[in-house]
């Protein structure tokens, strides 16, 4: 597959990485969460799982994040629904895509696929709904634009991103617009994201649907968990993106 380069409306760049699949016309668009980026092992390892099953995978960072261009505190949910869009514009107009976020990555999944037709099947990974919760028990005891995300000083934590996960408040609103099959995968020991949010989420969406809970699975998962992740997902594109 001939990939364009990968800019947003801001025109800065952002940092993929593509795995061939033997599948045609199908494209999985794997993104991290907040101080996460493309390398991460679990999306590294998923992209890998999938190719090998056929299907072609790319892995992107965030703008602000990792390689790509752009300035870290400028990385809100809000924003990068829109460098999702942005993505989804320069690829070609006859893929079937499905998009595969991990954490704030599943909050901005939900957002675009709440209102974009080119995301054909949504996979959820320890997905956040509740953002303004989250940023509260998170970062509530750190000043905006002068704290960092957990004490770690490249992850600023910047009022814009605060100001974005208070006005969103949850997305319960856009989970129940999702008219598209949406996989949910979560770990019963994350204490970053809480189960809760895919629980609810799932309550709340319309089939198809499917919430698979994975006993003692942390937040970002880890070797043990990784080969059910890679199944789950595989198996829910079999079924709905084929």
Same mark, same amino acid.
């Given at each position: 597959?001939?990939?364009?380069?990968?800019?947003?409306?801001?025109?800065?760049?952002?940092?993929?990485?593509?795995?061939?699949?033997?599948?045609?016309?199908?494209?999985?668009?794997?993104?991290?969460?907040?101080?996460?980026?493309?390398?991460?092992?679990?999306?590294?390892?998923?992209?890998?799982?999938?190719?090998?099953?056929?299907?072609?995978?790319?892995?992107?960072?965030?703008?602000?994040?990792?390689?790509?261009?752009?300035?870290?505190?400028?990385?809100?949910?809000?924003?990068? %629904?829109? $460098?999702?869009? #942005?993505?989804?514009?320069?690829?070609?107009?006859?893929?079937? /895509? *499905?998009?595969?976020? @991990? +954490?704030?990555?599943?909050?901005?999944?939900?957002?675009?696929?709440?209102?974009?037709?080119?995301?054909?099947?949504?996979?959820?990974?320890?997905?956040?709904?509740?953002?303004?919760?989250?940023?509260?028990?998170?970062?509530?005891?750190?000043?905006?634009?002068?704290?960092?995300?957990?004490?770690?000083?490249?992850?600023?934590?910047?009022?814009?991103?605060?100001?974005?996960?208070?006005?969103?408040?949850?997305?319960?609103?856009?989970?129940?617009?999702?008219?598209?099959?949406?996989?949910?995968?979560?770990?019963?020991?994350?204490?970053?994201?809480?189960?809760?949010? %895919?629980? $609810?989420?799932? #309550?709340?969406?319309?089939?198809?649907?499917?919430?698979?809970? /994975? *006993?003692?699975?942390? @937040? +970002?998962?880890?070797?043990?968990?990784?080969?059910?992740?890679?199944?789950?997902?595989?198996?829910?594109?079999?079924?709905?993106?084929?």
């Amino acid at each position: 597959m001939d990939l364009p380069e990968f800019r947003n409306r801001q025109g800065e760049k952002l940092d993929t990485a593509f795995h061939e699949g033997s599948r045609e016309g199908v494209l999985v668009i794997l993104a991290h969460g907040v101080t996460g980026n493309k390398d991460r092992p679990l999306l590294v390892n998923l992209a890998e799982g999938l190719a090998a099953r056929g299907w072609s995978c790319l892995r992107l960072s965030w703008t602000g994040n990792g390689a790509s261009e752009g300035d870290f505190r400028d990385a809100t949910i809000s924003k990068e %629904s829109g $460098d999702l869009r #942005d993505v989804l514009d320069a690829l070609p107009p006859r893929l079937k /895509i *499905a998009y595969v976020g @991990h +954490s704030m990555g599943g909050a901005v999944g939900v957002m675009t696929a709440a209102s974009e037709e080119r995301i054909r099947v949504l996979v959820s990974l320890a997905g956040m709904v509740r953002t303004e919760e989250f940023c509260e028990r998170e970062f509530g005891s750190v000043i905006p634009d002068k704290g960092f995300m957990w004490d770690n000083p490249d992850c600023p934590l910047s009022r814009k991103y605060v100001d974005d996960m208070e006005s969103i408040g949850d997305l319960f609103d856009e989970v129940g617009q999702i008219n598209v099959p949406w996989l949910l995968i979560h770990g019963t020991a994350d204490d970053v994201v809480l189960i809760q949010d %895919s629980q $609810d989420a799932y #309550d709340t969406a319309e089939e198809p649907k499917r919430l698979v809970e /994975i *006993a003692g699975a942390e @937040h +970002s998962f880890d070797e043990k968990s990784y080969p059910q992740v890679i199944t789950e997902v595989a198996d829910w594109l079999d079924e709905h993106l084929s």
